[in-house]
């Protein structure tokens, strides 16, 4: 290893613990930090990002990069170290041009605006987080023009959630996908409903916590690799390799809520759990392809957890952490939890409606970025394209405009990758069951952990060497479809509803 090399990482190892105090400081705002705590929390978050922000543009940073740019030095790297030093080259690139007041103003921008959309959510008004996501939106423009001038703002952001992708797929992808799943809703709509009725009752919280223990270890989540806590909006954090973190919020009466966020955030984390431990400290462990981290949470969520067959060998276990659920047939469950129905909460969704909520953001986000529509007009574009797509609309601002955090923290771009997971997740099922068999039969027999193995060694462990198009290049050997999501969908839900 050249003295260069040994300069960049021990440098690389400084950046690392940066991210760990900021990702613990994150982690404490989200779940822990009381309320008179969280001034002071904000001004340590701000502080610590802005040094990272210093390290990650210093000239000194700059200089190792450039050096290990050189073909003398470059060919000599492992490919973890390659794509570290390509992607932060890159990145240095553009945040060099970021004044740091600018930097500095906008972390503090966006804790304090995520700070407003709680309260705004808890008491449904609009008006306490409007100003501060105007902001957000400015402040965004103003970051992207320092970064990217002269470049599209809307694509950059989206490139920035998952690199290689633009809005033209998108708009042809999520297009295909709308195309299609309209007619099999609107023949669902005409179909009986399943009666909701039967799970009517108080589930105690704590049962629930434990109930989700047990899910995640029996989907291959590490407890000795990861952590749960509460919040008002599930996520998942991972602080370096060994330490992923999940969070659920519960409802005294829906427990099946927190089980699906189970479920999707335990698929995030056994991702992270799973990344080759050798790429610690390096780009390739950090996996900001958040399609291709959606696929993975949504895939545990949907295509396993809502397949009556996950739930066979394990249904006498549900009913033991929640008593009700020994009065309700394991049919009448999954009935519930493929229960076609418009409603206003994406995370509440169910999988065949789903796409629709993420079109409907993607659509409101280009028109924030493209069409110059302010904050303030929002609320009334929200319930326009809610009507327009699901023919709802929401009577109040948390079920509507505030029910998700994503903007509050400047995070625009981020939401089409929900839908982009879903759609690499038709691909992924068909690519599974060619190499092991029916999916039905695997789930039925509780060998999930097989299913696990696959996704380990196949995605997981490369952590983000590849993109998310090479990942399905290599894993499916064949360019991105939603052929496989949309035969998946007019299958699945036409035996269902015997349409």
């Known amino acids: 290893m050249t003295d260069t090399q040994n300069k960049f990482k021990e440098y690389l190892n400084k950046l690392a613990q940066y991210e760990q105090v900021i990702a613990l400081l994150q982690w404490d705002l989200k779940t822990a930090a009381p309320e008179n705590g969280t001034a002071s929390k904000i001004e340590a978050l701000s502080f610590f990002s802005t040094e990272y922000f210093r390290l990650m543009t210093a000239e000194e940073f700059g200089s190792l990069l450039k ?55 808890r008491a449904s008004d609009y008006s306490i987080f409007l100003p501060h996501l105007q902001k957000m939106i400015d402040m965004t423009k103003q970051k992207i023009a320092f970064t990217d001038p002269g470049k599209e703002i809307y694509d950059v952001l989206l490139d920035t959630y998952e690199e ?28 009986p409903e399943p009666d909701s009725s039967i799970f009517n009752a108080h589930y105690d919280i704590d049962s629930q916590k434990h109930l989700q223990d047990f899910l995640l270890s029996y989907i291959g989540f590490s407890h000795k690799s990861g952590n749960t806590a509460e919040s008002e909006h599930p996520f998942t954090l991972s602080l370096g390799l060994g330490d992923s973190r999940v969070t659920n919020h519960y409802s005294l009466n829906d427990p099946i809520s927190a089980i699906f966020s189970a479920i999707h955030e335990g698929g995030h984390a056994i991702f992270e759990q799973n990344i080759n431990p050798s790429f610690e400290k390096t780009a390739a462990a950090s996996v900001n392809l958040l399609g291709l981290h959606e696929s993975q949470s949504r895939f545990y969520e949907n295509i396993l957890g809502r397949n009556i067959h996950f739930w066979e060998p394990i249904y006498e276990k549900l009913g033991e952490f929640l008593p009700k659920f020994k009065e309700i047939s394991l049919e009448d469950f999954c009935r519930e939890i493929n ?23 993607y659509e409101i986000e280009k028109a924030i970025f493209r069409e110059g529509v302010t904050a303030d007009k929002l609320p009334e574009l ?4 809610m009507e327009e797509m699901l023919g709802i609309v929401p009577s109040n601002d948390a079920e509507g405009i505030l029910q998700d955090m994503h903007w509050s923290d400047g995070s625009f771009g981020y939401f089409p990758t929900y839908l982009l997971g879903t759609i690499y997740d038709g691909m992924f099922l068909e690519q599974i069951e060619k190499e092991l068999g029916s999916l039905d039969s695997i ?4 060998r999930i952990s097989q299913v696990t193995k696959w996704l380990n060694e196949n995605i997981h462990q490369y952590g983000s060497l590849y993109t998310s198009k090479e990942v399905i290049q290599r894993v499916c050997s064949r360019e991105i479809s939603a052929e496989p999501i949309i035969r998946y969908f007019k299958e699945k839900y036409s035996k269902i509803y015997n349409l």
């Open 67 to 121: 050096a290990l740019s050189a073909p003398e030095e470059f060919d000599s790297l492992n490919d973890a170290m390659k794509i570290t030093v390509t992607r932060y080259f890159r990145d240095y690139q553009k945040s060099k041009n970021i004044p740091e007041d600018f930097f500095t103003e906008y972390v503090n921008a966006s804790a304090h605006s995520e700070q407003a959309w709680e309260a705004a959510k």
């Open 164 to 191: 290689g992708m633009d809005s033209a797929t998108i708009d042809r992808l999520f297009e295909e996908v709308k195309k299609e799943l309209v007619p099999l809703l609107q023949k669902i709509k005409s179909a």
């Open 339 to 361: 229960h076609v129905k418009c409603s206003f909460i994406r995370t509440e969704a169910d999988e065949l409606t789903y796409p629709f909520h993420i079109i409907l953001r």
């Open 382 to 385: 929200w319930n326009q394209k």
């Open 443 to 446: 789930l039925a027999e509780g």
